[in-house]
């Protein structure tokens, strides 16, 4: 007889699982769990009761003569009818997507928080590469899929956040000035349920234009119907130190002779003359701590009207202890979620607030966002969400080559006697004259360097970031089978930024201020109609059909101005430039228009067709060839299903293929392709505009490129899922690629507007995932989780000279080019010359400058990361080895740093003299071993130069011991009737190590900012950090 | 559905049209500023004849040119100045101002002889056709190139021999919109150019004759063509004058070959060109060294560069009356255009002393014919890198200078020419192959065609 059954139904830790949802099998009678995991349900004696929750294996109970069935659920690791999001926000069924696809879920985000959710990403997904520029908090970082795709513009994929396309730029140049975040840190990790990576054309297809370099789809928590307001705080505190330093030498200081030192006022260069060699920074001096004395910079500290020698003596580890500090990072979320039968909601407040590991840099961000979905009736639903993003920054560190107020630029360069320490009390400090009467706290050196502590306290490089995401949608059921469904979303910002120089600062005496303001919207307005039905004997067929329109509208303004000179030292007012200042100005808009529809024709669900077309109207292309056309079709086949193959051995082998034409406009941004002069950014002795005939030559005939993509891919599972691989090979050409195409500027442009180059990205990408140890509830679990990419790039048929420049991708002789025949990013430079048998070439003693050409090359043969979790009874624990092996790195820490002398391995033949390896000419025509003894300054100040690159080009490859946490989850029955859901503590780790690296002094993962010229390229980044945070997680 | 995109994509921040002469100031102070620029034309152009020298990083001055900085000399000089001038001049035309066609003109010729003083063969006849779809030109032997701009300045002659049109003063940097000196410019452009061509059979005695009868050439200082910038910022202010901003005088200093001769001639030039050395004397650096400090020739042992030449608003040539003066003398001299080569060569001394701030007579060279008028337009060229430097090697005089200590390996006389750039190697390279085989090879020391002694 009918009676009522309840109980609880716990996850696999025990801890209350609320949304199960609960049927009685065979009839229409289902109820959910609750906020405690409680239900209860009207059944007879005998009936089956299903409990089914995405992300765990149904489970089945015969109702028998207890009233009360209470269990734990288990989860079903990579469960075979897990929903996965798809273009659009499109939900299917992984066994019916046909192409490779890879989610990660909230913890794998969230478990070893950054500031930036990118490096998150890192080692986690086959066939994404994620290179964090530096140790800087907030660094920017760069995401490819599938190797570059561009050459020019942006090869960064697509982001969408719950529908909404967000901005993910920089607009901050590594090179010179400051590094800022990407537009994806502005997202509170917390706030993070999902992050899914489509990869291939065929799952970026339905994205048109915008999606060629794949999408990152991220899915952020709601609340779930019928839960009870339920709160959750977040706490984390960590601490960061940087982890790989130069291997200095620690036996010669400053100066140039071996025999004498004197320092004046840091700002000459030779001895006795007009200042001492104070103004010399390099270390060829005289050997420490061999009882030299000395007056040094130090001696003006204690007593600057009388300067007397002091011991000329080493300070081994000044740099690593008195340079850089522990930079300290709270991470605060509290957020607030639940529902009704109609409605959820969730409100998230997060506060990060972080200091670098460089002194006076810093990081906050504030997040709030709240999202509701109402269910108006049956038919009717409406969804809000809204996100607003504080970043700001009283001090963003300076990097790069061309800035005079990067610091870590000192360090390479910094003379080894240096006491750091001594110049932190800048203002105790005496002042000594920069030239021209400006008078700054003393430092070891004021030619090329400010005293670091007085710059970062003084020449500050603000910077906020105010951002908005929202999103409206509404959706009708118009009948069982078909809905409507339309959302408008923005993406909004604004963007601050500010450089401040005080008089005296190196290359801007006379100080400097400018900034830069931008605003930037993009609204997308989205209609899709969704149809679903089965049809045939047994409803063997299954067919689902979408079909909509999007309207994009992008506008952006920038402002700028620069005060080249200032008046008043400090005032940084743009009405307090010397001359008149410079003004900047920048509008642009441009709108995409499209109409796409997907469908998928199932077959007795083993078998699965899918096909998506769209068509995109761009105003950036040239008036009336505005159209690109994006045709995919994707196929899945469940063999297993097929061919009756299940076992225990095998439980699932799916083989997918997909095709798919995408096309885009590259860089090809708004107004490029209509003629207009321009007005000198310099106005004729700053006050009468000059104009200017433009040196990129427009193109009316340029059409958009192409790309053909093709995969195919294997899925299979063993042993009741416990081993699972998924395999999959992938080949994209990318045709008549877009870009600025470099002419020889004798032709009076220096670039034209072209359709010029083709790139083929080929490769494969294998995950495998192994749950060694499985115990049921709070047993001992471990999993394996391994994945692999490895992408073959080449571009070719490159027009005219076969090669090209890349933007942003230039240090000193060093070129980062597209090449015919070559992966994109060969780094170009001059090379050693060579003797016969391929060995070094001296002349005189000193190594010979040979030709410019190929010494490596920016991209990595294959990544790879390996992930190991565990969990017994409350204790949870993860870890991930993050590997990149190939790829090369122009190391110019390593130039300069051989040159200045500063680096150990410059100790070598101090004394003696270098013979450096390698052969000589004979004078006979012949060669014989060089034997030719030269001093070391002159060997290093030639071997590492801009004259010969080759040098300091190293293997990139690295395995870094990336993440570790462990945390620790109170038991439920502890906090019986205290209100409080669950608690649990943890530690983790960031950078444990690096347990691999070829190149030295250097992480060789690092990269001037997120452009595709940009890597490979290095010149005194912010060392890496290792970062050890505590992390306290409530919920009530 | 791309109803409304001619307007989407119309841009508004740039214009569609401009008059004809409203890109002349940034042609001017371009072309200024790479005639200027310190890492070409001063260390190298500057460097080579000897009348600078670095004390430290002087790559240069042992014959490693900064390459990119002849990229950007040769790439800002086709594309931000020939192209420029091309245009003004097709604006003009269409307009009906002969005026701004013969501005156009003159300095599209200065910039052609600069390059090809520097380069030697290089692209002309079919330079700026990118419009046409010609991306790799072919290059001109040097001969053709001066046809060419002897042609391009008698058109600009013409122009302004017309009276037609006017220019806009507050875009004439030089001349604030006086024709009549524009015309007196234009001639002394062309009769510097015939002069550079005196060892080869382009050379036209009669022209030069012509051009000293109609009294258009520069020769007093009230006519001299120069830019005397405003602001202290670049691009409106004297190249060097960043030099002194960021507090890097002593990266750079005096040539002992430039020094010792005007101590042993007793110039008073040299106080305003040097500065004294911190014992007080003038101390001149020999070219190279690979560690110049440990050599003996360190910053603070030599002399820098004068405060005179090193300030925001110091002019900048693009030809002055103590040059043209001076090759007045040698043409009277040597090739029977009438006058007194001394006088002439008085009155470029005394151009050259007024031109540094001293009073005419107050220095009288020793007069000793060909040797000291060519020795003269070493001498007063300075600070003019790359009109030194093409005097210099035209001239021979002064024939005693050293190869620099530790020079570039390979490199075993003083360059007489750059070497093709890397983006022309690799964008033309075709082209660039053919030129280095018709004017005989791409090194530093190839002889440019009219370096015939």
Not at chain 1, 384 to 398: E, L
Not at chain 1, 533 to 552: E, H, I, V, W
Not at chain 1, 913 to 929: K, W
Not at chain 2, 119 to 135: C, K, L, V
């Amino acid at each position: 007889q009918e009676k009522t059954i309840s109980g609880t139904v716990s996850d696999e830790n025990g801890l209350p699982l609320p949304g199960v949802n609960v049927i009685v099998k065979g009839t229409s009678s289902g109820t959910q769990t609750d906020f405690d995991g409680n239900y209860s349900i009207s059944a007879n004696t005998g009936d089956v009761l299903a409990y089914s929750f995405v992300g765990y294996t149904t489970k089945e109970m015969t109702v028998g003569a207890s009233n009360n069935i209470s269990f734990s659920m288990e989860p079903d690791v990579q469960a075979i009818d897990e929903v996965v999001i798809t273009a659009l926000g499109i939900k299917k069924e992984e066994k019916a997507i046909g192409y490779a696809s890879q989610q990660l879920k909230s913890e794998a985000i969230a478990d070893v928080p950054t500031t930036n959710v990118v490096n998150s990403l890192s080692g986690k997904v086959a066939g994404v590469n994620i290179t964090q520029s530096s140790g800087d908090i907030g660094s920017s970082s760069r995401i490819t899929i599938r190797g570059v795709s561009t050459i020019y513009g942006n090869s960064q994929p697509l982001i969408v956040v719950d529908g909404i396309v967000m901005d993910n730029n920089t607009y901050g140049n590594a090179n010179s000035g400051t590094d800022i975040p990407n537009g994806l840190a502005d997202i509170n990790p917390q706030d993070i349920e999902s992050v899914n990576v489509l990869k291939g054309g065929a799952a970026t297809a339905l994205y048109g234009m915008r999606g060629t370099n794949g999408v990152v789809v991220i899915t952020t928590k709601a609340g779930t119907k019928k839960q009870a307001l339920g709160v959750e705080i977040n706490s984390t505190i960590s601490f960061s130190n940087p982890y790989i330093f130069p291997d200095y030498q620690n036996s010669y200081g400053q100066g140039h002779s071996t025999s004498y030192f004197e320092y004046v006022d840091g700002f000459g260069y030779d001895l006795g003359a007009n200042g001492g060699d104070g103004g010399t920074d390099e270390s060829w001096g005289p050997a420490l701590d061999a009882g030299f004395d000395f007056i040094q910079y130090t001696s003006f500290i204690d007593n600057p009207n009388n300067p007397q020698a002091k011991p000329w003596v080493s300070n081994p580890d000044s740099v690593i202890k008195d340079f850089y500090e522990t930079g300290i990072t709270t991470d605060n979320t509290v957020s607030l979620s639940g529902g009704t039968d109609k409605a959820t909601y969730r409100a998230s407040f997060g506060l990060t607030d972080a200091k670098g590991v460089i002194y006076n840099t810093d990081l906050k961000k504030y997040n709030i966002s709240g999202s509701v979905n109402y269910d108006l009736s049956d038919k009717w639903s409406v969804g809000f969400s809204a996100r607003y993003i504080k970043s700001t920054s009283d001090n963003r560190n300076a990097v790069g080559y061309g800035d005079p107020d990067n610091q870590i630029g000192q360090l390479v360069w910094g003379a080894r006697q240096v006491d750091w320490g001594a110049l932190r009390d800048w203002k105790n400090l005496p002042l000594v004259d920069t030239g021209n009467g400006i008078m700054t706290p003393i430092n070891w050196n004021l030619r090329y360097n400010n005293n670091p502590f007085w710059a970062l306290d003084n020449n500050l490089h603000p910077w906020e970031r105010n951002r908005w995401l929202g999103t409206a949608n509404i959706g009708y059921q118009i009948t069982d089978n078909l809905s409507i469904n339309a959302q408008t979303g923005i993406d909004y910002f604004n963007n601050f930024s500010e450089t401040k120089r005080m008089f005296g600062t190196v290359d801007n005496r006379n100080g400097y201020y400018s900034y830069v303001e931008r605003n930037r919207y993009e609204v997308n307005t989205q209609v899709l109609l969704s149809y679903n039905n089965k049809f045939g004997g047994n409803d063997q067929f299954g067919l689902s059909l979408s079909g909509g329109g999007n309207a994009m509208v992008n506008k952006y303004r920038g402002y700028s101005a620069v005060a080249q000179q200032l008046v008043i030292d400090g005032l940084f007012n743009i009405s307090n430039s010397s001359d008149a200042p410079l003004l900047g100005q920048s509008h642009s808009q441009s709108k995409i228009n499209s109409l796409f529809g997907t469908g998928e024709l199932s077959y007795n669900d083993y078998l699965y067709l899918n096909f998506t077309a769209r068509n995109d109207w761009a105003s950036v292309l040239p008036s009336g060839k505005t159209s690109i056309f994006y045709p995919s079709v994707s196929l899945s086949a469940l063999v297993h299903d097929m061919l009756d193959l299940n076992s225990e051995a095998l439980t699932f082998l799916k083989l997918r293929g997909s095709w798919a034409e995408t096309g885009s406009t590259g860089p090809l941004g708004a107004y490029d392709v209509n003629p207009t002069y321009a007005l000198s950014a310099f106005p004729l002795n700053g006050s009468s505009p000059t104009a200017i005939y433009p040196n990129t030559l427009w193109n009316q005939d340029i059409k958009p490129q192409r790309e053909t993509a093709m995969e195919f891919g294997v899925d299979a599972r063993f042993l009741s899922n416990r081993l699972r691989l998924d395999f999959t090979y992938y080949d994209k050409e990318n045709n008549d690629v877009i870009m600025p195409l470099e002419v020889s500027a004798a032709s009076g442009y220096t670039n034209v507007w072209k359709n010029a180059a083709t790139i083929t990205n080929k490769g494969i990408e294998l995950v495998v995932g192994a749950d060694i140890i499985k115990n049921q509830g709070n047993g001992l679990n471990l999993g394996v989780d391994i994945n692999f990419g490895k992408n073959d790039n080449e571009v070719s048929n490159i027009e005219g000279s076969g090669v090209l420049n890349l933007t942003n991708g230039s240090l000193w002789n060093v070129d980062s080019q597209a090449r015919n025949g070559e992966p994109i990013g060969v780094l170009y430079g001059p090379s050693f010359e060579r003797g016969p048998n391929g060995q070094i070439l001296y002349e005189n003693g000193l190594p010979v400058a040979g030709d410019y050409k190929i010494l490596g090359n920016s991209q990595p043969d294959w990544t790879g990361g390996l992930g190991i979790n565990a969990s017994f009874k409350g204790f949870n624990f993860r870890t991930l080895f993050d590997v990149k092996m190939g790829g090369e790195v122009y190391s110019q820490t390593n130039t300069w740093g051989n040159l200045a002398g500063v680096l150990e391995e410059t100790l070598v033949g101090r004394e003696t003299g270098v013979v450096g390896v390698g052969v000589m000419s004979d004078g006979n025509g012949g060669y014989v071993q060089n034997n030719v003894v030269v001093d070391a300054q002159s060997y290093y100040s030639t071997a590492y130069s801009q004259n010969i690159a080759e040098s300091s080009v190293y293997d990139a490859s690295f395995v870094k011991w990336r993440e570790l946490s462990l945390s620790y989850s109170l038991p439920s029955k502890m906090l019986q009737n205290t209100g409080v859901q669950s608690i649990s503590l943890g530690v983790n780790v960031r950078n444990l190590a690096i347990l691999y690296k070829e190149a030295p002094h250097i992480d060789p993962e690092t990269a001037f900012g997120t452009d595709v010229g940009q890597q490979g390229l290095e010149y005194a980044q912010t060392p890496s950090t290792r970062t050890i945070g505590v992390n306290l997680n409530v919920k009530f | 559905c791309d109803g409304d995109f001619d307007e989407v994509n119309t841009n508004p921040n740039d214009p569609v049209e401009i008059s004809e002469d409203l890109q002349l100031g940034y042609i001017e102070r371009t072309l200024l500023n790479q005639v200027y620029d310190y890492f070409a034309s001063g260390e190298c152009a500057a460097t080579w004849p000897q009348h600078l020298s670095k004390p430290i990083y002087n790559d240069a001055d042992r014959y490693f040119p900064r390459l990119s900085a002849l990229n950007a000399f040769w790439n800002t000089m086709y594309a931000s100045v020939i192209a420029d001038a091309d245009e003004m001049n097709r604006l003009a035309g269409e307009a009906g101002n002969r005026a701004v066609q013969g501005a156009a003109l003159t300095l599209k010729a200065i910039a052609l002889q600069t390059l090809t003083d520097a380069f030697g063969d290089i692209p002309a006849s079919e330079a700026n056709q990118g419009d046409q779809g010609n991306f790799t030109p072919k290059y001109d032997a040097q001969r053709d190139v001066y046809v060419q701009i002897f042609d391009m300045l008698d058109t600009a002659i013409a122009h302004f021999n017309s009276g037609a049109g006017s220019i806009d003063g507050g875009q004439d940097l030089i001349y604030g919109g006086d024709t009549a000196k524009w015309l007196k410019f234009a001639t002394s452009i062309k009769f510097r150019a015939m002069m550079r061509v005196s060892d080869t059979d382009l050379f036209d005695a009669s022209a030069i004759q012509a051009m000293a009868n109609s009294g258009n050439l520069i020769t007093t200082t009230a006519d001299n063509a120069f830019i005397a910038f405003e602001t202290e910022n670049a691009p409106n202010a004297n190249p060097y004058y960043d030099i002194v901003l960021n507090g890097r005088e002593a990266e750079w200093c005096m040539g002992e070959a430039l020094v010792d001769h005007m101590l042993a001639a007793g110039d008073p030039r040299l106080a305003v060109y040097a500065n004294p050395n911190a014992d007080g004397d003038y101390v001149g650096k020999p070219a190279g060294y690979i560690n110049p400090g440990l050599s003996g020739y360190g910053a603070g042992v030599v002399s820098e560069i004068g405060d005179f030449y090193m300030q925001y608003d110091t002019p900048l040539y693009f030809i002055n009356a103590a040059q043209v003066n001076l090759l007045l003398a040698e043409a009277a001299l040597l090739h029977g255009v009438s006058g007194d080569p001394q006088s002439f060569f008085m009155d470029g001394i005394n151009a050259s002393l007024v031109q540094n701030g001293l009073s005419a007579g107050s220095f009288t060279p020793i007069y000793n014919g060909y040797q000291s008028i060519a020795e003269q337009l070493w001498v007063s060229t300075y600070m003019q890198g790359y009109e030194t430097w093409a005097e210099w090697r035209r001239t021979d005089i002064p024939n005693d200078l050293d190869l620099a200590v530790d020079p570039q390996p390979g490199v075993g006389s003083i360059p007489t020419r750059y070497t093709y750039t890397n983006d022309e190697l690799s964008l033309n390279g075709a082209n660039v192959g053919a030129a280095t085989a018709n004017q005989g090879g791409d090194e530093l020391t190839t002889k440019v065609w009219w370096d015939q002694n």
